[in-house]
């Protein structure tokens, strides 16, 4: 059974901010919003080089945190950096290594917030495999393409197991429902958790790709 939440976090004089927030059964949770106002300071512009070069450090720093806190997971964790705001989307084994991954990613200096999707993963029988996720991920990007055109340049997608993670910016809240409407009604996905943000007015030409 798929659900959707859409919670419009609030309104300023600027514009409106939208995060949306899909959640299936035991996937797991997700945490974190990102003020599409810091978001957007990651862009790859020669407004604001510096920002970029953050990013792509402290993405840096933030995978290096997860290698020496679980080895393991150097594979199986995605660590992403936008404006400062750090993402990791990924497996883990169970709650505990999930906590000593997040208290170590928080260690590192710089990061403005932490959003973290990592459910526990399935094994034996029920243990996902990577060649249909990698499949599924690639049919997902497929049909946002299809509805979305050049914007989806600004959405990162990981599959894990059968649910979706979308994340990124788009130009619209119309556009973050037709996203996450693609993913839900994309064949093999059971489940989407999205961590899409909408610029706020003045910014819209300015969206960027996340490091």
């Not at 927030?21 to 797991?28: D, K, R």
């Not at 510096?50 to 806190?69: G, M, N, T, Y």
């Amino acid at each position: 059974m798929k659900r959707t939440i859409s919670l419009p976090l609030g309104k300023t004089s600027a514009g409106l901010i939208v995060l949306t927030i899909g959640l299936v059964g035991l996937a797991g949770p997700a945490w974190g919003f990102t003020p599409y106002r810091l978001l957007i300071q990651a862009i790859r512009s020669p407004e604001n080089p510096k920002a970029f070069v953050d990013d792509k450090r402290l993405k840096s720093q933030l995978r290096r945190a997860l290698i020496l806190a679980e080895p393991s997971t150097a594979i199986s964790v995605q660590p992403y950096v936008a404006g400062g705001h750090g993402y990791l989307i990924g497996w883990v084994k169970d709650a505990s290594e999930r906590q000593r991954i997040e208290e170590a990613a928080r260690q590192v200096k710089g990061l403005v917030s932490l959003a973290i999707y990592m459910p526990n993963q399935p094994t034996g029988l029920e243990a996902p495999s990577k060649t249909d996720e990698l499949k599924l991920e690639a049919h997902l990007r497929l049909g946002l393409r299809e509805k979305l055109g050049g914007d989806t340049q600004n959405i990162d997608v990981r599959i894990l197991g059968q649910h979706a993670v979308l994340i990124g910016v788009l130009r619209s809240s119309t556009q973050i429902e037709q996203a996450v409407q693609v993913a839900q009604s994309t064949n093999g996905v059971l489940g989407v958790t999205s961590f899409l943000s909408v610029p706020l007015s003045g910014d819209a030409k300015r969206i960027g790709i996340l490091r």
